[in-house]
């Protein structure tokens, strides 16, 4: 599972080959290709939010709204058929962690899942060690 030093890892575009900080890389700033899923970027970091329980409602849907607006069909729609797969992957990720974090339960159990994972890392790499 991620942890905060893995937004400093780098990852490269498809396209041109471009290199891009990991964190929230829908689009190469060099091609502007939309780019794959990378699924170590968790649900808080796509939304840019705190890794706790509390979630101002309006704050999350404003930056859903503003996610989905950049992969929405309209605008994707001259792209690559390789692109357009990709930005409706980008969309389902963004719609499932925003159904996740609106929903009390949804959001409690992504929230332990998620820390259980960074335990069991973090216990993996002290008996590494």
Known sequence: F????????LARCWNCDAVAPR??????????SVQPVDHSVDYF??????????IEDEKLEGKYKDRQKKLH??????KSKKERKYAAEQSARGIDAY???TNPLSRTIYIILFY?????ATSSLKLAI
């Open 2 to 9: 991620c942890s905060e030093s893995s937004e400093r890892v």
């Open 23 to 32: 964190a929230q890389f829908l689009f190469c700033k060099s091609c502007r």
């Open 45 to 54: 970091r796509i939304f840019g939010l705190g890794k706790n329980y509390e």
């Open 73 to 78: 069909p309209d605008l994707v729609h001259s």
């Open 99 to 101: 159904r996740t974090f």
């Open 116 to 120: 259980e994972r960074l335990i069991a």
